[in-house]
């Protein structure tokens, strides 16, 4: 009887602890750009328009736009379901001619995701600007990281990871790259999944190991 009775003990405590969480409040998503990298550095500009954080750079041939990217979060933030993609935002890329020895071939981007407390995430974005001849244009891409580990975050004292998953209008049909048609505004939306990290199993186990071990001690005391 007193083995079937902590044989039960074990298998609720486990349960307790690795059971699944339930879904996170997003709150609001922000966005910030940072370290440029390129030999047009010395034009980029940081303008937000509303809701939207940019990055800008390039001269222009003709006195016109800049190229630059563009991050909005999204606007109606999802409760998010542990183990499913979820949208974080939309990325725009404005796509005009410049001069070759100012553009930028990288940029990192800031995610800042409010639950309870607000968790930040770095990811760098790779930018090929292709080049015009003529009448001949070339869509520009903006490529995701060929690699991108997961990230770790806290909440309440629960460990979670995130991992950002790539662009597309829908999570069904993700792509590490974002093609940029010349001459406007183009965008994609960037989504995520975020999933809870349990205790492992064999430390809890363990943990109530000891402490049988430390009750049987006391009886034999």
């Given at each position: ?12 405590l486990l349960l307790s602890v690795n ?25 980029v500009l940081y303008p937000s328009v ?109 460990l979670y990871t995130l991992q950002l ?57």
């Amino acid at each position: 009887m007193k083995k079937f009775t902590i044989c039960m003990i074990i298998c609720l405590l486990l349960l307790s602890v690795n059971h699944v969480k339930a879904d996170l409040m997003l709150t609001a998503v922000d966005g910030d750009w940072s370290n440029p990298v390129g030999p047009g550095v010395s034009t980029v500009l940081y303008p937000s328009v509303g809701s939207q954080d940019q990055i800008r750079w390039g001269n222009h041939p003709f006195g016109g736009e800049q190229s630059g990217l563009g991050f909005t979060g999204a606007a109606t933030p999802p409760a998010i379901v542990l183990g499913d993609a979820f949208e974080i935002g939309q990325l725009a890329h404005f796509n005009y001619p410049i001069y070759s020895d100012s553009v930028i071939v990288s940029a990192d981007l800031t995610i800042n995701l409010t639950f309870s407390t607000t968790q930040s995430f770095l990811l760098t974005l790779g930018i090929n600007e292709t080049p015009n001849e003529g009448t001949s244009s070339w869509d520009d891409i903006i490529s995701f990281p060929s690699s991108y580990p997961e990230q770790t975050f806290d909440i309440s004292g629960d460990l979670y990871t995130l991992q950002l998953l790539g662009f597309g209008s829908n999570a069904g049909s993700l792509l590490s790259g974002f093609s940029s048609p010349e001459g406007g505004t183009n965008s994609t939306l960037l989504w995520g999944k975020i999933e809870h990290v349990p205790v492992p199993g064999a430390v809890l186990l363990g943990i109530i190991g000891l402490s049988v071990a430390g009750i049987k001690l006391r009886k034999h005391a």
